[in-house]
């Protein structure tokens, strides 16, 4: 591994040139394998290796540093140059809200490796070391936050060329490092998957101009322009406009700012060192009149898989389900964030953990995550069995600067129970028993460290703890503040951990370790009940959340879950079927009004559209799900709280019930070999076409409902059978291939 001799605004320039070995024939095969503490992009005769961008993402770099591998079998010639490009990024950029940067080292270096085979069967091995060379390149500044500067009139192709004279540039030293800390890449790259054309010029009432590209994206723009050298123009990045101005605030102290200067000639821009969150770009310093044609927004993220769609008669609806896609999209960027755009940007795990379902329908984001679970098994391995806040866990680092709200670090529920549901989650979706044996010891681990914080009457509730975060009823500047007591929320979440933890065991046939869990699962069940539920069923704090939690996770008899599930109707009604629950409550809300016998009361709060709801958002002009049901005000003005971001999917979780109620595909076995076709309309949609590419094959659905006839067609792949489950009629076996079935419903 090597850095530059000269720091070169942390953006430095290697290369070495090289003759290939003689006398051996043709190349048959190049690979080069490729990392960096910071961004790596490489070149070999002026051609990038890759469409890939901001390599090697973000890891526990402490304990893992992955390494990228091309082909490049067909670039090579006699005389050959390898260059590489660094930047910063997570390596060196600044992370989280402190200011700071700089967690995992003090410079920049590359690792490469190219092995060459020839026709005869040689092999030429050429690796990084200290005879390259070192030097500027155009970027000035570069940070994920903040954004980076490019000055055009540095730019100069030849120093990936064979023959670069080289003036100005100098050696490199080698840095020390654990190679067994190298890996590969498990889980996709981060590429392009899409651009976007200006949609509108605005002028501001200052007078700036602004760029709206119509969708809240993550990546940046392509820009291409000419003018005299030395001109800069500058870009900065928003998701909102307030009171007509582009809305920063909520970027807190991320500046989210591009900066080109001219070359004066023609030159074409594009910051691949850092990327933004924003709808909007102010752009000033443009050489002449603005030509929208010149400027193109590029959307980056990990290379998803499609694999579920849906669509309703509702446009308020779709446009919703669009949105938690979008949503998605910007921030699966390598790691699964809470947002993309403010100094924060960080593998929040009880995000995903509320998020995991809806994913895993949407893209197949079985290896995505996959590769995030190593890191979660690694910080939770040296941190004594807890599983952080985020992950990779930079906040370890900033103890000083924690909120001092947060406690002292230790478990906390949902957020630290994605160590559980996440793995349980893919297993389900997939069928991916490996991802049960690779996580066991870490899904067991948490249970165990969970156990160890219960209180003497088997609740727990004796640490810091999230809650229901972002009550809509608790205060901006306190969104802990719910009104679901914090033990009922993490005993509950306790339980669910256990229960599964207990089912892995038996899949897994670890029989000692299924009774130890199903003992801690059992142990928590009546303790819960014990402190929490009334003989009734009147669970502590009589709130939305703690009954959903109750119902869905199974923590009453049947009497008690009844009483619950008209208690809750009850509430969502007495809130106008607005939205009443936080983070913890909030996945699971419609699922236990459907469980209990109130679909209609769980249509009723999906499409309600006052604020809190899912749907305000959509006629607030919103493109991607928000952190806050009202991150912007009916008045068009941004939340007054300092936490607000409008890119944040864990409020789209209930996409999950959406595709399995609504649409009607859930999985009857694991991995959806055999599927359960169950739709059920209400709400007042009349049509539904639902589909995803399971590993067998494609699923798919589509109802319509006319006159009270609901019609339904349902399609199942070779090797998949079903049940099929309508309202009003017995259960149906299905076979693979087309089945069209009708009920008549009785309307309400």
């Excluded at 160890?452 to 306190?478: H, I, M, R």
């Excluded at 090797?719 to 076996?733: E, I, K, Y």
């Amino acid at each position: 591994m090597i850095a530059a001799d000269s720091a070169f605004d942390g953006a430095p320039l290697f290369r070495s040139e090289f003759d290939l070995d003689e006398g051996h024939g043709s190349v048959s095969r190049a690979s080069l394998r490729l990392t960096a503490r910071g961004l790596v992009e490489a070149w070999i005769n002026g051609h990038p290796v890759s469409q890939d961008v901001l390599t090697p993402g973000w890891s526990s770099y402490e304990w893992r540093l992955r390494y990228a591998t091309y082909d490049v079998t067909e670039l090579l010639e006699s005389t050959t140059t390898l260059g590489l490009a660094l930047g910063k990024g997570w390596f060196g950029g600044r992370l989280g809200w402190t200011g700071r940067g700089w967690f995992y080292g003090s410079e920049v270096a590359a690792l490469a490796q190219l092995e060459i085979e020839f026709a005869d069967g040689h092999h030429q091995l050429v690796t990084t070391n200290d005879k390259w060379t070192s030097g500027p390149s155009a970027v000035l500044a570069n940070d994920l936050y903040d954004g980076e500067t490019i000055d055009a009139r540095l730019s100069d192709d030849d120093w990936k060329l064979p023959g670069f004279a080289g003036d100005g540039w100098v050696g490199v030293h080698t840095v020390e490092f654990d190679s067994s800390t190298l890996a590969p890449y498990i889980g996709p790259h981060v590429i392009r998957w899409n651009t976007l054309p200006v949609a509108d010029i605005i002028s501001t009432p200052s007078g700036k101009t602004v760029l709206d590209f119509g969708q809240n994206l993550v990546g940046w723009l392509r820009v291409r322009v000419s003018g005299p050298a030395g001109t800069e123009i500058t870009v900065r990045h928003a998701e909102v406009l307030e009171h007509g101005e582009l809305g920063t605030r909520p970027l807190r102290t991320a500046q989210a700012t591009d900066r080109f200067i001219l070359s004066g000639g023609e030159d074409e821009f594009e910051p691949t060192f850092t990327f933004h969150g924003f709808r909007y770009a102010e752009i000033s310093g443009w050489p002449g009149e603005f030509d929208s044609s010149a400027v193109t927004a590029v959307a980056v993220g990990s290379a998803l898989k499609r694999i579920g769609t849906m669509t309703t008669s509702d446009p308020l609806l779709d446009k919703f389900h669009e949105n938690v896609v979008w949503g998605m999209r910007g921030n699966f960027v390598d790691v699964p964030t809470d947002c993309p755009q403010r100094d924060e940007r960080l593998g929040w795990t009880g995000d995903i953990a509320a998020f995991a379902p809806t994913a895993a329908f949407l893209f197949d984001v079985d290896s995505f995550l996959s590769d995030w679970l190593v890191d979660l098994d690694l910080e939770q391995s040296h941190h004594d069995g807890v599983v952080g806040f985020v992950i990779p866990d930079i906040l370890k680092y900033t103890d000083r600067e924690r909120p001092t709200e947060f406690g002292p670090v230790s478990s906390t529920a949902i957020w630290s129970d994605a160590a559980v549901w996440v793995p349980w989650t893919l297993y389900q979706a997939y069928g991916d028993r490996e991802v049960l044996e690779r996580q066991f010891g870490s899904m067991a681990s948490h249970v165990r460290r969970v156990k160890s914080l219960l209180s003497d009457s088997g609740v727990w509730d004796g640490n810091f703890q999230f809650g229901d975060w972002l009550d809509p009823d608790a205060p901006p500047e306190d969104p802990a503040r719910a009104k679901a007591d914090k033990g009922v929320v993490a005993t509950a979440a306790a339980y669910r951990s256990a229960r599964i933890v207990a089912d892995v065991a038996a899949i897994l046939g670890r029989e000692d370790e299924h009774a130890e869990f199903d003992a801690i699962a059992a142990a928590l069940h009546r303790s819960f009940n014990d402190e929490y539920v009334s003989a009734e069923g009147v669970v502590k704090s009589d709130c939305t959340t703690v009954y959903s939690l109750a119902i869905v996770f199974g923590l009453l008899n049947a009497e008690q879950e009844a009483f619950a599930g008209r208690r809750l109707a009850e509430l969502a009604e007495q809130a106008g079927y607005r939205i009443s629950t936080g983070f913890a409550g909030t996945p699971f809300i419609t699922d236990a009004l459907t469980k209990t016998g109130h679909v209609d009361a769980a249509y009723r709060l999906l499409l309600e559209r006052e604020c809190p709801s899912w749907l305000y958002p959509v006629t607030m002009g919103a493109t991607t799900v928000w952190e806050r049901w009202d991150s912007m005000l009916p008045d068009g003005t941004i939340n007054p709280g300092e936490m607000t971001s409008f890119n944040h999917y864990a409020l789209g979780a209930v996409a999950d019930w959406m595709h399995r109620v609504v649409g009607g595909i859930a999985p009857l076995t694991p991995g959806y070999a055999s599927v359960l076709i169950a739709p059920q309309p209400g709400g007042g949609l009349t049509e539904a076409d639902t589909a995803l590419e399971t590993p067998h094959g494609r699923v798919s659905v589509h109802w319509k409902l006319v006159d009270g006839t609901l019609t339904v067609e349902a399609e199942l792949p070779e090797g998949v059978d079903g049940v099929l489950r309508l309202p009003g009629a017995d259960d149906r076996r299905l076979s693979p291939g087309t089945v069209v079935a009708s009920t008549e419903l009785r309307m309400a």
